[in-house]
């Protein structure tokens, strides 16, 4: 019962270099989510998924997209990385209730030089 | 709209003591509460929820918290802190009152147990 698997763990870009960030659940769920979380910041949304099919903009889009491949998987990539995308990056999912709560992954630590 | 605060970026408390991190939050309908915990390189962790019902919810590790409509306050509490409950807290809102159904976060709360 593995729940939000993300990979990598930990990446190093250097700028204008691209990659992609993978998310995958087994719970089910239709919704999944992404963020990002500075000091100071919290979390902050930058894209998601409320099901298979379908994608929307978050708080902090710009220099991401995102592709929901299937139900299970969601995921984000960097362009053209810039230092200012050195963050944490949390992939979560919910079944899109209101009252349930989002289940995350342990996420990716991104720097970018 | 809705939003939530977390007015305290750090909380200090002692072993054994009661602790609290506080949440205030607000909706236009009525809100379903929610608190998270994150521990260092982990992601964030449910650990209870106020949806409708009693106001004392109970949760994972001890925790509680207290849901209060007129105060719009929503705090987590736990009766005797321990060294390992040192972690970052988050409080979130939904607002059923056609609101998002994606959720607002505070900015997380540092909580320091001290041995």
């Known amino acids: 019962n593995a729940g939000v698997t993300q990979t990598p763990k930990f990446q190093v870009l250097k700028t204008g270099q691209s990659m992609t960030l993978q998310c995958a659940q087994d719970m089910n769920h239709n919704s999944m989510y992404w963020y990002r979380q500075d000091p100071g910041m919290g979390l902050r949304l930058i894209y998601y998924s409320a099901s298979e099919g379908t994608t929307d903009k978050g708080e902090v889009p710009n220099g991401y997209n995102v592709s929901r491949l299937n139900k299970r998987e969601f995921s984000l990539r960097l362009e053209s990385a810039a230092p200012s995308q050195t963050s944490v990056y949390f992939c979560?999912?919910?079944?899109?209730?209101?009252?349930?709560?989002?289940?995350f992954g342990n996420g990716t630590r991104l720097t970018v030089t | 709209a809705q939003s939530v605060a977390q007015p305290e970026d750090q909380v200090n408390v002692a072993e054994g003591n009661p602790l609290t991190v506080k949440c205030t939050y607000s909706?236009?309908?009525?809100?379903?509460l929610f608190w998270y915990v994150q521990y260092p390189n982990r992601g964030l962790q449910f650990l209870l929820k106020?949806?409708?019902?009693?106001?004392l919810v109970k949760g994972s590790y001890g925790f509680e918290a207290e849901f209060n409509k007129s105060q719009t306050s929503f705090h987590l509490k736990k009766p005797s802190a321990l060294v390992s409950d040192s972690a970052l807290y988050f409080c979130a809102v939904r607002d059923n009152g056609g609101g998002s159904y994606i959720p607002t976060f505070g900015r997380g709360t540092s909580l320091i147990v001290h041995p």
């Open positions: 979560a999912s919910s079944d899109g209730a209101f009252n349930s709560p989002l289940h």
């Open positions: 106020y949806i409708t019902g009693d106001n």
């Open positions: 909706v236009s309908g009525n809100p379903y």
